[in-house]
């Protein structure tokens, strides 16, 4: 530890932090543009200038590293004069256009200048202006003129993003910020650059023109998405989002969101959004209020039962849903009767083992993993968070190895991938057993040959210490999936690597932990979708586009004599018979369980849209009109503390010790499956992405409409 | 006399600007005519005997490593681009025991105004700068070098190119040195005009590939370098003056300056004198015998003022500049600095303002725009200045340029921003009345520009 001396306070900080650091520790300001604590110092923006003793020049708290007995003054004549300098250099050739400025009562520059900036200007030459760029539908750099060449935005894709897709072309004046000749910004992370602008060069697009910042209300909520479970600000005006921003989470999703977290929101204010409960009636909807909609779906389910017994009802169920809609589900079909519920969705194995399959490790981990194994996902884009920490990890030195059955770019260096297609990956990931089985000299279970790929992975995964074997999302959805699940444990034994699930959706966790699966003798959802129900309730899911059948998953319900959607939107009027609308995760409390088992409830953000419900009160009501007893909740809260899966206490929920397991007792099986895992693209994971526009706009959405369009 | 015709006078032939017989003491010019480049002719005249010597196979005992910096240290010899940084010690700090790759960097990217010392060194002697190379190499336990070259000489490169082949072709660069266990691979690199990356960091990041920009510093590249590593940056006079000093030893080297100004140096003097050219000299010689050399100011002229360290050095006016003697320490005394050794002379015809505004231009069109006082800061001077040019500027301009230089030097990551501050404050220090005449009469104090 190193002491110095701030503004006459004595601060101790390690050996090799930055003036700024010790400045942060005690909680002083100096004042800064293009030092972010996430990335590396560029020490270009000057206006951190702070005056060290003995040293002649003014010199940049940012990258000034800390010796013993340093005197640092931020606040003495010397350092507020060159920080005030700056100010004016940065202020010469900016436009000063705040009241039309979308940053404006957000921006760092207006705030710094009403400490550090003149009342009027010295400058009377002609102002730089600087051409607008276009670079796709999320970021607007219509006004570039506000650059301040903090070069943050460009650290950021380097760094964070890991692919470079702004730069600094041109020298000396003539400098701007820009893609290469004229491309789209297509990270899955590009909106965090508007977060990182201190000023209003990068703005959102979305949001542009639509509210001023101190009209809008800051609500915590959780992301519906992925399984990283991202904190957010969600900012509302007059009961409508507005705009969504990363709420820090160290341990979560740190300071950033992806894409989808962020712009997903304009689903929620769509025309697609649905306002009342409707019946079709002589193959037209009709709106109708709640009452007559949940007694006619009670008549026809009790009509069902009675025509054919409680086991032609089924309920498939999104693991996009909260822990408290999945739970109140399976106290339904189950207290009604029917064993039929399940959220794997586009699984095609349903193993039942009794293990609540997890990520394995701490999210945090993930940032300083050795080396790792990441066998069928497309990390980058199901899991862009995930891949965020590992490219750290790999930045730091991490090895990464993948298996997976297309080249793809993670935009971080993978030391070693086997590419291979899904129905050779139980053979891909058995050579590799063998290979670590042969480098340890330990006899291999299974029958694999050490190929020179494998060895690679071998040697890499018996390197380092804190290592890890990831299954993706195509792993989960295999067909072998349990036989993947069997090899890597035992890969991982051999290893000390941990084992886990990156899994899905933003409570695949959760809704293992509620139960949604079915009970004895149940139908699973491949069974389901395979049009053996007569009635089906779909909850908060389209089976057309949710499911491993794909657009057979609606003619396998056709059969059906009543199909229920619970959804926010107009989804499923093909095939539904009764559309039922429930509230999205802003106008709802509930919880979601991320991939490492973290339990994070949420409140309501907005009022319900139109006449929408909460859906774990519409299934209460509905087991009420169904005489279903154990649903008797007044609160979603009461509905969290009657979850046998966890326990509640002063500070939240947390889940049972002992239920997040990965281990199996399955066999490896290697015959080769007879169909391709089925993930969906980063923009149609869910109902909420799909329906984004802007998201929809960007390259992958392009692409991920694309694809839906060839599998029709 | 016009502009065209004095770099005309200039160009690349060294018949004018090298080869004037009128070095005093030559070390690195010496017995040059302009044909005798190549090895034999530098063998001829005693070349690469340094490299016999510290390997040890002419015969004699030869040299430790630690001797050689040892040696380059009691020379008093101080870097020749610009900083004066004592050579030795800039040596002695690289890292002995470092595990990986360490690298050693000749900065030949020449871009101040006013100098053309290493184009004319590279283009009539690379040999010498080769030898030098391969001893620093030596003496840091360095394999690879590479040798970056101003990007708008692209003859000279081609030079130095013929030049490695010949030494490559001797066994004098690449595996086993002369027989010995000595290795050192050179290459030369050329940049591409941009001014920038004369700084010793954004040179290394274009030879990296990546924009010229200069690196914030600590740390310094004799920690993290070229590609991360210890690297070793000399401009190419300095690693021109390494054989001699071996040859003749520190203590002769040492005599042939004043002490701590080690040496010979060679000037390029530009400007208003009757032959512009390079001059090496020892250092410590009055300015008065360098101008004397130049063939004094030009007929009918008197002195006005000298840029003595090339266009990024302060000014000094003629009565200040005759007491100077041409070493570091000297210039230094008198307000400015002795820099890459380009004399720019100025006679009485000379309009300060003019002056002032075509080297503000140039820097603010060489800023790299990376930190803020340098991109926003170098603009408003020129801008300024070419108000008052063109007879528009007030009377309170010369202050806000004074206050505006102030605020941009010492506040910059790389030296740009006082290399641009530093000129400005001068003018305005020394010719205050003729800026403020300008402003006032709309036009220049001295007849028209010639």
């Known amino acids: 530890m190193i002491e110095i001396e701030l503004d006459g306070k004595k601060v101790e900080v390690l050996e090799g932090s930055m003036v700024m650091h010790a400045a942060e520790k005690i909680g002083t300001f100096i004042p800064h543009f293009c030092y972010h604590k996430k990335l590396s110092i560029a020490a270009n923006c000057r206006m951190c200038l702070v005056d060290v003793e003995k040293a002649p020049k003014p010199m940049p708290a940012c990258a000034t590293p800390v010796t013993q007995g340093m005197v640092v003054r931020t606040r003495s004549d010397k350092a507020v004069k060159a920080q005030k300098s700056v100010m004016e250099f940065l202020l010469i050739n900016h436009p000063l256009d705040c009241p039309i400025c979308d940053q404006g009562g957000e921006c760092q520059l207006q705030d710094l200048s009403v400490g550090y900036g003149g009342t009027n200007s010295r400058y009377q030459e002609e102002k730089r202006v600087v051409f607008h760029k276009e670079v796709g539908p999320l970021i607007s750099m219509e006004e570039m003129s506000r650059c301040i060449h ?563 | 006399m016009n502009p065209q015709q004095v770099l005309g006078r200039f160009r690349a032939t060294g018949l004018e600007t090298s080869f004037h017989g009128r070095h005093i003491g030559a070390q690195i010019l010496d017995g040059l005519d302009g044909g005798n480049w190549r090895l034999k002719d530098y063998e001829a005249r005693g070349g690469y005997q340094a490299l016999r010597k510290i390997l040890g196979v002419d015969g004699s005992e030869g040299m430790t490593p630690d001797q050689v910096i040892a040696a380059v240290k009691e020379s008093a010899l101080r870097g020749r681009g610009g900083a004066g940084f004592p050579t030795g010690l800039k040596w002695s700090f690289m890292p002995r025991q470092f595990p990986g790759q360490k690298y050693l960097v000749c900065n030949s990217d020449e871009g101040e105004p006013g100098t053309c010392k290493d184009r004319d060194i590279l283009q009539f002697n690379p040999h010498i700068v080769i030898e030098g190379m391969i001893i620093a190499a030596y003496a840091m336990g360095i394999t690879v070098g590479y040798n970056y070259i101003h990007g708008e000489i692209f003859q000279t490169y081609e030079r130095f190119e013929e030049a490695l082949r010949e030494a490559r072709a001797a066994g004098l660069l690449g595996d086993r040195i002369l027989g010995s266990t000595l290795n050192f691979q050179l290459h030369a690199a050329h940049g591409f005009g941009a001014y920038i990356c004369g700084e010793e960091t954004a040179l290394l990041e274009s030879l990296e590939g990546k924009k010229g920009q200069p690196r914030f510093k600590p740390p310094f590249p004799a920690s993290f370098g070229l590609y991360g590593k210890p690297t070793t940056v000399n401009n190419t006079e300095t690693f021109a003056a390494v054989p001699w000093i071996i040859r003749n030893g520190a203590q002769a080297y040492l005599q042939c300056g004043k002490p701590n100004n080690g040496g010979t140096k060679i000037y390029s003097v530009s400007g208003d004198v009757e032959r512009p050219g390079n001059y090496e000299i020892p250092m410590g010689t009055p300015f008065s015998v360098l101008l004397e050399l130049a063939g004094g100011v030009r007929t009918g002229r008197k002195l006005k003022a000298v840029i003595p360290g090339g266009s990024s050095a302060p000014v000094l006016p003629a009565s200040i500049m005759m007491e100077c003697t041409m070493d570091y320490d000297s210039i230094a005394k008198a307000g400015s600095m002795l820099g890459s050794g380009a004399v720019i002379v100025m006679d009485d015809s000379r309009c300060m303002v003019k002056s002032l505004q075509r080297l503000s231009y140039f820097y603010m069109h060489e800023s790299c725009g990376q930190c803020t006082p340098c991109r926003e800061g170098t603009g408003w001077l020129s801008r300024v200045v070419d108000r008052i040019e063109n007879g528009q500027g007030r009377q309170s301009d010369m202050d806000l340029l004074d206050n505006v230089a102030e605020n941009i030097q010492g506040r910059t990551i790389c030296a740009l921003g006082d290399a641009a501050a530093m000129p400005v404050r001068a003018m305005i220090k020394h010719f205050r009345p003729e800026f403020e005449y300008h402003v006032a009469n709309k036009t220049c104090m001295v007849p028209a520009y010639v």
């Open chain 1, 150 to 712: 903090c070069t943050r935005c460009v650290r950021f894709g380097q760094e964070v993003a890991g692919a470079m897709e702004l730069g600094m072309s041109n020298r000396g004046e003539h400098a701007e910020i820009e893609t290469f000749v004229g491309r789209s910004v297509d990270s899955e992370l590009s909106g965090n650059m508007i977060d990182l602008c201190p000023v209003g060069a990068l703005t959102s697009k979305p949001f542009r023109y639509s509210a001023r910042t101190w009209e809008l209300s800051r609500r915590k909520s959780i992301s519906p998405h992925d399984s990283t479970g991202a904190n957010l600000i969600i900012q509302v005006k007059n009961h409508r989002v507005m705009r969504v921003v990363p709420m820090e989470n160290e341990s979560v999703n740190e300071c950033w969101i992806a894409d989808r977290d962020r712009f997903s929101y304009e689903a929620l204010n769509s025309d697609e959004r649905l306002p009342s409960p409707m019946l079709k009636q002589g193959g037209a909807w009709k709106a109708v209020d709640w009452t007559t909609a949940l007694e006619y779906v009670a008549n026809g389910l009790r009509q069902v039962k009675a025509e054919h017994g409680a086991e032609a009802i089924g309920l498939l169920a999104s693991p996009h849903s909260t822990i408290e809609e999945l739970y109140l589900a399976g106290v339904l079909m189950k207290g009604f009767g029917s064993q039929n519920i399940d959220y794997r969705l586009r699984n095609a194995e349903f193993p039942n083992e009794a293990g609540v399959r997890y990520l394995g490790m701490s999210i945090a981990s993930l940032s300083d993993l050795q080396s790792v194994l990441v066998v069928g996902s497309n990390l980058r884009k199901d899991h862009p968070l995930f891949a965020q920490r590992i490219r750290q990890a790999a930045r730091k030195g991490c090895s990464v190895n993948s298996l997976q059955d297309r080249p793809m770019d993670w935009a971080m260096p993978v030391a070693n991938s086997l590419v291979g297609d899904p129905s050779v990956w139980v053979q891909a990931l058995a050579d590799v057993a063998a290979a670590v089985a042969q480098e340890k000299g330990v006899p291999c279970p299974v029958h694999g040959t050490a190929s020179e790929g494998a060895k690679a992975i071998a040697r890499s995964m018996l390197g380092g210490e804190r290592k890890a074997v990831l299954l993706g999302n195509a792993a989960a959805h295999h067909a072998r999936a349990s036989s993947l699940l069997a090899l890597a444990n035992w890969i991982g034994e051999q290893t000390g690597a941990s084992v886990g699930y990156l899994t899905e959706a933003a409570n695949t966790v959760g809704a293992q932990l509620a139960g949604a699966k079915p009970g004895p003798g149940g139908l699973n959802a491949s069974q389901m979708l395979g049009g053996s129900l007569k009635a089906a309730v779909l909850l908060n899911c389209e089976p057309g586009l949710d499911t491993a059948a794909g657009r057979n998953g609606g003619p396998g319900l056709r059969a059906a004599e009543m199909v229920v959607s619970l959804s926010p939107f107009k989804a499923n009027m093909d095939i539904a018979d009764v559309m039922l609308p429930i509230a999205p995760f802003t106008e709802t409390s509930g919880t979601f369980v991320n991939a490492e088992g973290r339990v994070q409830s949420f409140h309501a953000v907005v009022k319900a849209l139109g006449d929408s419900r909460p859906a774990w009160k519409v299934l209460r009501v509905l087991g009420d009109l169904l005489e279903v007893d154990g649903v008797e909740f007044e609160s979603s809260r009461e509905v969290l503390a009657a979850l046998p899966a966890l326990l509640m206490d002063e500070a939240g929920a947390t889940v049972r010790t002992g239920l997040l397991d990965n281990r199996t007792q399955a066999a490896v099986d290697f015959t080769p499956a007879e169909c391709a895992p089925v993930v969906a693209s980063i923009y149609q994971l869910d109902g909420l992405v799909r329906r984004a526009p802007s998201l929809q706009l960007t390259a992958d959405g392009r692409l991920g409409f694309a694809a839906q369009e060839v599998a029709a």
